[in-house]
């Protein structure tokens, strides 16, 4: 296999995996806490949220659902 294909497959195995890393979907009756670079930025919502792959990371993930006692 020649070195320019593999090269090729490498870069597109990376950004498959960084788009894949970016997107994030939250569970309904849950907030995700977001950290960039280990301080707070967000607070992730219920449903489809982007994120910064390899700088934003889900520190928390918090329920929003009534416990009973």
């Known amino acids: 296999?020649?070195?320019g294909t593999i090269i090729v497959l490498a870069f597109l195995a990376f950004v498959a995996v960084t788009i894949f890393k970016g997107v994030r979907i939250v569970p309904q009756g849950y907030k995700w806490i977001v950290q960039r670079l280990?301080?707070?930025h967000s607070t992730l919502n219920p449903g489809l949220n982007f994120v910064?792959?390899?700088i934003?990371?889900?520190a928390y993930k918090v329920t929003t659902k009534d416990i009973v006692l």
């Open 56 to 58: 934003d990371d889900v």
């Open 52 to 54: 910064i792959p390899y």
């Open 1 to 3: 296999m020649p070195v």
């Open 38 to 40: 280990g301080k707070y």
